[in-house]
């Protein structure tokens, strides 16, 4: 196993997709693992979660199978790129708590910031892990 971190991404978020692109592009040691939840034969259960708790925020796993979630997934995704510098940046305390909010506040409200607004549904409600 090469890989220094499993990304958990919502396929159907624009957004999200592009970002995943991105970070596919810069990935050329294949440091990262991905894995659609938006994809049909996804099912939460196989990882002990449910599906809303993976749509309520990004998750992470990392390959002692610990888990990660939110801002964390990134910084994890950005070191696995080579992109350290910015991963110590986003840890500096009034930095990180910037990103933190700013992540909550996306994650909350992504489905209409996205324009996936479904029978008047325009956030995930945030779960409890």
């Known amino acids: 196993m090469n890989w220094t971190v499993e990304a958990f991404f ?31 034969g996804f099912d939460a259960s196989n990882y002990g979660k449910t599906h809303d708790e993976f749509m309520a925020k990004m998750h992470g796993r990392l390959p002692d199978g610990a888990w990660i979630e939110g801002v964390e997934v990134f910084r994890q995704l950005y070191a696995a790129v080579g992109m350290g510098p910015l991963v110590a940046l986003s840890r500096i305390p009034g930095i990180s708590h910037a990103a933190d909010l700013g992540y909550r506040y996306f994650a909350k409200n992504r489905l209409r910031l996205t324009g996936r607004c479904q029978d008047e549904v325009c956030s995930v409600t945030p779960t409890t892990v």
């Open 10 to 40: 919502d396929g159907d978020c624009p957004l999200c997709l592009k970002e995943v692109q991105l970070l596919r592009k810069l990935d050329r040691k294949q440091r990262i693992r991905w894995t659609d939840i938006a994809e049909a």
